[in-house]
């Protein structure tokens, strides 16, 4: 079983909170970047108290209410399936505060984490505040959703991001990395990539390996999943059919994302 894809947790709900995925510096390779997907019911509340991270709650599914015990941000969220291709809301609450989701219908909430030490105001990130890109040409287009990119100040160490890629397409691709702390050239960044299809029976592949072939693994990655791209090339394949969503969580010790293409298969940016 490959150490970089993880399923969906079969746990039952605990006062109508489920957690789906926890991935943690414990249980992981990650040393930058935790994770957690959370269903809540109507009414059910999870909270946390943050020691030295930051975390990005972000709306996936449903409408949630918000509050770090000073500042309350109430039904925020703007689909009920990612695949409404539509940006949605989160809130980015920084290091040593404590916070509480509530589900005001059925939701599905993804929080993102990352170290920091130094204290940021909480932050609603509005749907209209995500800036929407189409990248790619050909069999090679994918569309994003910017939550916290890096030219966006409010976070210390955390960049996350939405993917859509259609069928019959790849994205992430040509195979990049970041997994060398060699600015300007390439930053250093953990990745996590959580993964829906539609029609929910789909698949993508993802492939994550490095240049010596230390790690290379391919993957089958279906509906719910998460992988873990501690280092490496990470490009995802999408077959005929089905349309990929990821949601992408990066943080590394500077918050800047720069990549590094493998040059075996760089040419094709080249292409008309």
């Not at 957690?19 to 510096?25: R, S």
């Not at 009414?43 to 509050?67: F, H, M, P, Q």
Request: proline content about 6%; aromatic content about 10%; overall charge negative.
């Amino acid at each position: 079983m490959s150490q970089l894809l993880l399923k969906p947790n079969e746990n039952e709900k605990t006062q109508g909170v489920k957690i789906i995925h926890e991935v943690t510096k414990e249980n992981s390779p990650l040393k930058y970047v935790e994770f957690k997907i959370v269903d809540l019911a109507p009414g059910a509340k999870y909270s946390e108290t943050l020691g030295k991270k930051e975390c990005c709650i972000v709306a996936l599914t449903g409408k949630i209410n918000v509050t770090d015990k000073e500042q309350t941000f109430e039904n925020i969220g703007t689909r009920e399936s990612v695949f409404e291709k539509k940006p949605t809301d989160s809130v980015y609450v920084s290091n040593d505060r404590s916070f509480e989701v509530e589900g005001v219908g059925q939701a599905r909430v993804a929080l993102c984490y990352s170290p920091s030490e130094k204290q940021l105001p909480t932050k609603l990130i509005k749907a209209s505040e995500n800036g929407i890109e189409n990248r790619g040409t050909n069999n090679n287009k994918r569309m994003v959703h910017n939550i916290l990119p890096d030219s966006d100040p409010s976070a210390n160490s955390l960049l996350v991001v939405e993917v859509y890629t259609e069928t019959g397409n790849w994205s992430s691709y040509p195979p990049h990395k970041h997994d060398r702390d060699n600015l300007p050239e390439e930053s250093f960044l953990e990745e996590t990539y959580y993964h829906e299809m539609n029609p929910q029976q789909g698949f993508v592949f993802q492939r994550v390996y490095t240049d010596d072939r230390s790690l290379d693994e391919t993957m089958t990655v279906q509906n719910g999943d998460v992988v873990l791209v501690p280092e490496g090339y990470h490009p995802v394949g999408v077959p005929e059919g089905y349309t990929s969503y990821y949601l992408n969580v990066m943080a590394g010790p500077t918050r800047i994302w720069k990549f590094y293409n493998d040059p075996d298969h760089e040419w094709i940016l080249e292409r008309k």
